[in-house]
Each structure stands twice: as structure tokens, then as C-alpha cells.
């Protein structure tokens, strides 16, 4: 079945940074677009970033270009997310998620890492 395992998160201070790390499982990775969503506490789940099936196209949230970058090993079936220059309001639980291969929109997601950005 398919399998969705993050880590990486954490507490960090202002400005700091965290790389979160998803494994994958249960199916053939490199087929399949991948996306970190987030969600705050009150407020709506956003999509963070996605790559797709071959990491030749990445695409991000307007908040956090400049700063985060999405990558995946198509060999040990992992997506990535480098988070630099972290703000108080990136703190969020962080799911990553397979995207369908018609329409994109996640059809698996992860059980979530939280990232919490405070001095």
C-alpha cells in the first residue's frame, strides 16, 4: 500500500532552517508528481511547493519562493523540502502528499511533521 513517512521538523528560531524529508513506498515513485502542503492551526490548508514524476519542474507558493526548495531522489524514493530563512509563520503542520496523474490534486497523504519557528 501506499506510504508517506515525513521527519525533519521541529522548533527553530527566526531565520533559521529545516530540511524535511519524505519517504515513499507502495508504489512506483517516479511516476507520480509530488507536493508538500501545510496547515496552520485556524487557518486553511495551503500547497507549499510540488515537483513533478522527473524534478524538472518545481513550483512554489508565493510566500515562500526565494526561500524553500523542493528536490526528490527518484532512486531512494524521497521528496524533499529545504526551508531557509524560516519565519513565524511557516509554523505548520508539513504533509507531503502523491499527486494524481490526471488532474494533480493529492490523492495520498503523509501523517505530517510540524515545524514551529519561535524565539
Known amino acids: 500500500q501506499v506510504q508517506l513517512v515525513e521527519s525533519g521538523g521541529g522548533l527553530v528560531q527566526p531565520g533559521g532552517s529545516l530540511r524535511l524529508s519524505c519517504a515513499a513506498s507502495?508504489?512506483?515513485?517516479?511516476?507520480?508528481?509530488m507536493s508538500w502542503y501545510r496547515q496552520a492551526p485556524g487557518k486553511e490548508r495551503e500547497l507549499v511547493a510540488g515537483?513533478?514524476?522527473?524534478?524538472?519542474?518545481?513550483n512554489y507558493v508565493d510566500s515562500v519562493k526565494g526561500r524553500f526548495t523542493i528536490s526528490r531522489d527518484n532512486v531512494k524514493n524521497t521528496v524533499d523540502l529545504q526551508m531557509n530563512s524560516l519565519k513565524p509563520e511557516d509554523t505548520a503542520m508539513y504533509h507531503c502528499?502523491?499527486?494524481?496523474?490526471?488532474?494533480?490534486?493529492?490523492?495520498?497523504w503523509g501523517q505530517g511533521t510540524q515545524v514551529t519557528v519561535s524565539s
Open positions: 502528499t502523491r499527486l494524481r496523474r490526471i488532474g494533480f490534486s493529492p490523492d495520498y
Open positions: 507502495g508504489f512506483t515513485f517516479s511516476s507520480y508528481a
Open positions: 515537483i513533478s514524476s522527473t524534478g524538472s519542474r518545481t
